[in-house]
């Protein structure tokens, strides 16, 4: 039996970087997928490598920064397979600046999609999850949300707002079988860090451990343990840092 088999899970952000090699992973656990992301090409493209896989895909186009479009997957997944298992909020933005020239909209922007997302998209699934007493929510966070990064408040605030939000919900469900983690990936060679300055990102790989960036597929593994039974039973409120040595909690 596969780790994720006839599982009903929802993936954010599922067009490229991450949320793809979730998608992937999930696929091939045997997972059934909600797939969303406001790219509806590259979108199509992901969800036609996972059907590939033998598992039945639907295709979600909806943008996470309007609450629509947060809740749009959760209630896809419950329209086509009668419910929802798993839910992972990996869907983000990122954008570079000196708080000082940080604008107003840019603030807005990036805790809309990035920070309150996570709580749309949670609050309309924890209703399913509690009344069938099981559910795997997971919030894809950064490691920057612990330890900072420079040009990046708006982004790192987000982030360490969904750790929090991570650990308190946990707080809340964990007795109802509903356990909620965050993973915390270091820089990742996705598409999201194409904002960022090359510049930032060679003094970035020096001061890494390791030496480099990391890749989607030795981060999606994560999300499926984290899922899966027996594997993740015991991780509530937990942050999990694939991060190339640059935070050791």
């Not at 209630?75 to 940080?102: E, K, R, Y």
Request: glycine share 10%.
């Amino acid at each position: 039996m596969k780790a994720l088999h006839d599982r009903r899970a929802v993936i954010t952000g599922a067009a490229s970087g991450i949320g793809a090699a979730i998608a992937y992973a999930y696929a091939d656990a045997g997972a059934m997928l909600v797939l969303c992301d406001r790219n509806a090409e590259r979108l199509a493209n992901v969800a036609a490598h996972c059907r590939d896989r033998g598992v039945l895909v639907i295709e979600c186009i909806a943008d996470v920064g309007v609450r629509e479009g947060a809740q749009a997957g959760v209630d896809a997944c419950v329209d086509a397979f009668g419910g929802i298992d798993i839910l992972v909020n990996n869907a983000g933005m990122l954008t570079q600046a000196s708080c000082v020239d940080l604008t107003q909209e840019m603030w807005d922007d990036m805790l809309r999609v990035d920070l309150t997302s996570v709580f749309v998209a949670s609050q309309r699934a924890l209703p399913h999850m509690l009344q069938q007493q099981w559910g795997r929510i997971i919030n894809v966070s950064s490691q920057l949300g612990i330890k900072g990064g420079a040009q990046l408040t708006h982004y790192a605030a987000a982030k360490a707002g969904v750790i929090g939000f991570t650990k308190s919900l946990a707080l809340e469900v964990s007795k109802h079988n509903v356990l909620v983690n965050a993973i915390a990936p270091g820089p990742i060679e996705t598409p999201l860090v194409d904002g960022i300055s090359h510049e930032w990102k060679a003094a970035k790989a020096k001061e890494l451990p390791l030496g480099r960036f990391g890749r989607v597929e030795e981060v999606a593994p994560i999300a499926v343990l984290l899922a899966s039974e027996p594997g993740g039973n015991l991780f509530v409120g937990q942050t999990l840092n694939p991060n190339s040595g640059d935070v050791m909690p």
